[in-house]
């Protein structure tokens, strides 16, 4: 146990040790895997029983039904029992989250798999369900980010619900199925290069650092804590945003933009539609918005803005005009709202002139690796940011001004406000610190000093949860890594097998037959006679089941993609399935062993 000098709380555990509430989980979950390997002629005793852990990469709705299409196969050849562990980042935790979803969804896998091919198939999230989602996000938490709006508008559209349930929930409904475990990645910790545990892992019963042995209770994950003591509540985060939290990795500026653009032409449409709804001011300082959201759309493709400056200013003038033509009491706020508008307007359009302004906008899966470069930057969490953003930003408080935020389509307005300075900002998965003016000895003091913690997709430094999972207490005995990676189906492993090295975790050699990195197959084993775990290595798309037509389903299913028709999934379980139907054989030889190693090692205890 690392050293503790702050008050540790029933919420917050500092230790290495499994939670009492996992061990009690697996312990029956070992009964279990014991028949399940007798019905396969494995003989052994509850303490030979080996611990065996899938692993679902990232990918987007390629891992989500990827992961589907093998665990209901794993079903199919009866093995799914066999398995300890079920752990995902990214896509796969899409999956992860709509079967625990369901209480011991493994005895009902067909049906629920059914269930989860027809919603992404047929169903939908409506407009004002997003926007609802967003306003309830913005309205209970303290700590509104970006993950929010990725979560309520983006991803709700890819996996085709809204999923308010929690992980708490889960607690006692899951019996017959795997652990499950996400993964994580502490942002700051990666970015600001702190030589500190990166690796955050979140379960039903309690979430922290891997590595590091810190803990708290993962229905007090977002409340805020002082030295180990709960001192203000907060709403537990839901599954949807669970998922956003995960899946982040995937996000694109411009979608998010485009989203929450037809987002508000949508509520304007309404408006029109119903004129009492909003005084006229608001309405047309509502088209300014969409005007500005515009402009930076087109200034993110590196398009001619000019055009749209020119409608911005042609607004505002209306806007104006309407203000003083519709006095009200709200009046003088509207008025001072419009005059620093103005203002921003023309800073904005005086800026978009300037040579190499529109250079600052780079590859927003790259933001925060080294910041960006322009003379009059505003500093954010990930470094800084350009004059043209620092612009739209201040416009965003201007017209927070006309918004009391007192009614509910204020309220609307508000939060899509504070949802673009988020898109701007680029801050992700902020979250109250939990470890907040504690004093642990294995925590870095930076961490412990810090009031909130900013958590991201694990694909940004390995695109599968092997760290979380390897932590020693687990003792796994067998990684079964089914990757769904988008292009090289050995960089996960191979990362994989360097970070191990530079943490000391014992890991296998990856050594790959001569020719095969480009026309994979469909099973590779890593083993050793160290004390490491044998590692399976399953790419999704292979030599076997594609018959050199490797590249063809690679475009097919690109992680750009937000939506898969029947067909599309159909197929894709059907490619994800025949990787474990093939091998069948090939698992139970490598379980065999597992077994017969740990026999080995009873029998010299």
């Not at 065999?592 to 026999?599: C, F, L, M």
Request: charged share 25%; with cysteine.
């Amino acid at each position: 146990m690392g050293g503790i000098l702050g008050s540790e709380s029933r919420e917050v555990r500092i230790g290495h040790s499994l939670s009492e509430a996992e061990q009690q989980y697996l312990a029956k979950r070992r009964e279990t895997v014991l028949q399940c390997l007798k019905q396969h002629g494995i003989v052994c005793s509850k303490g030979e029983v080996p611990n065996i852990a899938v692993l679902g990469s990232g990918g987007g709705l390629r891992a989500m039904v990827g992961l589907l299409g093998s665990l209901s196969q794993l079903g199919e050849c009866a093995l799914l029992d066999c398995i300890m562990y079920l752990s995902g980042i990214s896509g796969s935790t899409w999956c992860m989250a709509s079967l625990y979803k369901e209480p011991d969804w493994s005895t009902n896998l067909e049906t629920v798999k059914d269930n989860i091919t027809q919603r992404l198939a047929e169903g939908s999230v409506r407009w004002w369900e997003m926007g609802h989602k967003l306003v309830k996000y913005y309205s209970e938490k303290h700590n509104f980010s970006l993950t929010d709006v990725w979560a309520a508008l983006l991803v709700s559209k890819m996996v085709k619900e809204i999923d308010e349930n929690t992980l708490s929930e889960q607690r006692g409904k899951h019996t017959n199925d795997p652990y499950p475990i996400y993964s994580v990645i502490d942002k700051q910790c990666k970015y600001d290069r702190q030589n500190a545990d990166v690796w955050f892992e979140i379960t039903p019963d309690e979430s922290g650092y891997s590595l590091t042995g810190a803990f708290v209770d993962s229905l007090h994950l977002g409340s805020q804590f002082k030295n180990g003591a709960k001192i203000n509540d907060q709403p537990e985060n839901d599954m949807l945003y669970l998922q956003g939290l995960c899946a982040s990795m995937i996000a694109d500026m411009e979608e998010i933009l485009k989203t929450l653009y037809d987002l508000v032409m949508k509520i304007q449409e309404t408006i029109q539609e119903n004129p009492t709804l909003q005084p006229p001011a608001a309405q047309k300082g509502c088209q300014v918005l969409l005007a500005l959201l515009e402009l930076n759309l087109h200034h993110l493709r590196k398009e001619d803005t000019e055009g749209h400056v020119e409608t911005i200013n042609e607004l505002l003038k209306e806007m104006e005009e309407t203000i003083q033509e519709n006095p009200t009491s709200e009046t003088p706020a509207m008025e001072k709202g419009f005059q620093e508008l103005l203002q921003l307007v023309e800073l904005n359009h005086h800026h978009l002139r300037k040579k190499d302004t529109e250079d600052h906008l780079e590859d927003p899966n790259e933001r925060g690796t080294g910041g960006i470069r322009s003379p009059e930057n505003q500093m954010t969490s990930v470094g800084t940011i350009s004059e043209t953003d620092a612009v739209t930003l201040t416009a965003c408080s201007s017209f927070l001004v006309m918004f009391k935020g007192q009614s509910f389509w204020d309220k609307i307005w508000i939060t899509i406000i504070r949802s673009i300075e988020e898109v701007l900002h680029w801050i992700w998965g902020k979250t109250y610190n939990y470890l907040s003016e504690m004093s642990v000895k294995d925590v870095d003091p930076s961490v412990l000093l810090s009031e909130t913690r900013e958590y991201e997709d694990t694909a940004a430094i390995l695109n599968a949860p092997y760290v979380s999972m390897l932590r020693k207490e687990r003792d796994i005995d067998l990684i079964i890594s089914l990757d769904f990676s988008e292009k090289d189906p050995f960089k996960t492993v191979f990362t994989a097998a360097e970070i191990c090295k530079e943490l000391q975790i014992p890991f296998p050699e990856v050594v790959l037959p001569p020719g095969e990195k480009t026309k994979p197959k469909d099973f590779y084993v890593f083993k050793d006679n160290t004390e490491a775990p044998a590692v399976i290595h399953i790419p999704l798309f292979n030599d076997i089941n594609c018959k050199g037509q490797i590249e063809k389903w690679r475009e097919r299913y690109a992680t750009k993609r937000m939506s898969y028709s029947h067909n599309d999934i159909k197929d894709l379980l059907e490619k994800s399935g025949s990787n474990i139907q093939n091998n069948k054989e090939n698992l139970l030889k490598e379980i065999s062993y597992i077994v017969a190693q740990k026999k080995s090692f009873t029998s010299l205890d």
